[in-house]
């Protein structure tokens, strides 16, 4: 299946709705605390676009904020009516942002290609052999 240019998705109750202007920089699974909490999950199956590409279509998401291991702020962004989560961004690399691979309208698509933060990895998880593991984040920054 070809990675779409555009895509669209959005929380459970469809109360906020978003389009990505353009492919996706890297797609991976964050098996840190904090993903694990926000979404009740093994990981956060997430796909990283530039900021500038991510636009909100419909509604307005809650978003909240923690200082992470990094010491960075990461900031949660989540439907107020459903609790869905929608994307995630941090100020150690506030360009990007990562949206959730299941709040896509068609999530089928998503290919990770790194498994990152596994040293936060619960031992029941399992995770895919041929996918690289970095212990903490691919670029060192948190």
Known sequence: ??????????????AVRYECSGPPIAMLNCHCRDCQRAGG??????VV???????????????YKRSGESGSVASR????????PLYAFSSARPEFVGVRAASLDDPA???PSADVWTASAQPWDVMDPELARFAKSRTGAG
């Open 41 to 46: 999950a093994a990981c956060s199956p997430t």
């Open 1 to 14: 299946m070809s990675i779409p240019a555009v895509f669209e998705g959005g929380c459970a109750c469809g």
């Open 109 to 111: 698509w998503f290919r």
């Open 49 to 63: 676009v530039p900021r500038s590409a991510l636009r909100l279509i419909a509604g307005e998401p809650r978003t």
């Open 77 to 84: 962004s989540f439907c107020a009516e459903c609790g869905s």
